[in-house]
């Protein structure tokens, strides 16, 4: 099972957390957002990241040409865009035709229609489901994991929303063939943007060996 550390904002957190055995790196590039990476993040910071941890740029309802202009000076280090919004198909496709792969992220509650991901399916590289709130994720609440077992779908997806160190053992009991990912953020803070690096490294040996 793969491992995204998201929200990530000081340089040596960032630092920190790339020593671990995790697979992606999220930052997020939403103004009003807590974990606003802002000024703080600049392309030698990415740049140390080790490549095979994936980076991430997360956008909610962002105009493509904003997206564009505020990753320029990152000169190709992020490998991944996650629409965090109510972007539409089209959107992703031309971002991805950019040569970005795309995570779209999908708000999920009771009354989730799954039939809407079909639009998605030649666009995204994976889904992430989050618990649907009305900022569009960090609520650090859990949606019903079993809505999970409507998805029918063939399209690898990220676990998101509200994870918690404590939740390991339910967490390995999820067995759906199309779980590719979790994604935790709020979960493992000591403050808004600020991750606790031991907690997360043995979140992530406790994941890795049970993958072994």
């Not at 994936?54 to 320029?72: C, G, H, P, Q």
């Not at 493992?188 to 040996?205: A, H, Q, R, S, Y």
């Amino acid at each position: 099972m793969k491992l995204k550390v998201c929200g990530l904002k000081s340089p040596e957190n960032i630092e920190g957390i790339a020593k671990l055995d995790v697979d992606f790196m999220g930052f997020i590039f939403v103004e009003r957002s807590k974990r606003f990476v802002g000024d703080t993040l600049n392309k030698e910071i990415i740049s140390k990241i080790p490549k095979h941890i994936k980076k991430i740029a997360v956008f909610v309802n962002a105009r493509s040409e904003d997206i564009l202009w505020t990753l320029k000076d990152y000169e190709n280090e992020f490998d991944f865009i996650q629409c965090h919004g109510d972007e539409k198909p089209q959107y992703c496709s031309d971002l991805k035709k950019l040569g970005f792969g795309i995570i779209k992220a999908f708000q999920m509650d009771e009354e989730f229609d799954f039939n809407q991901l079909e639009a998605y399916e030649s666009v995204a590289d994976y889904y992430l489901f989050d618990t649907s709130s009305k900022n569009y994720g960090g609520s650090g609440r859990k949606f019903d994991w079993t809505l999970l077992e409507k998805y029918k779908g063939n399209k690898p997806f990220f676990l998101s929303g509200g994870i918690k160190p404590e939740d390991i053992q339910q967490l390995q009991k999820l067995n759906h063939p199309q779980l590719f990912a979790f994604d935790i953020n709020s979960g493992f803070e000591d403050k808004p943007g600020l991750k606790n690096v031991p907690l997360i490294n043995t979140f992530c040996n406790q994941l890795k060996t049970n993958n072994d």
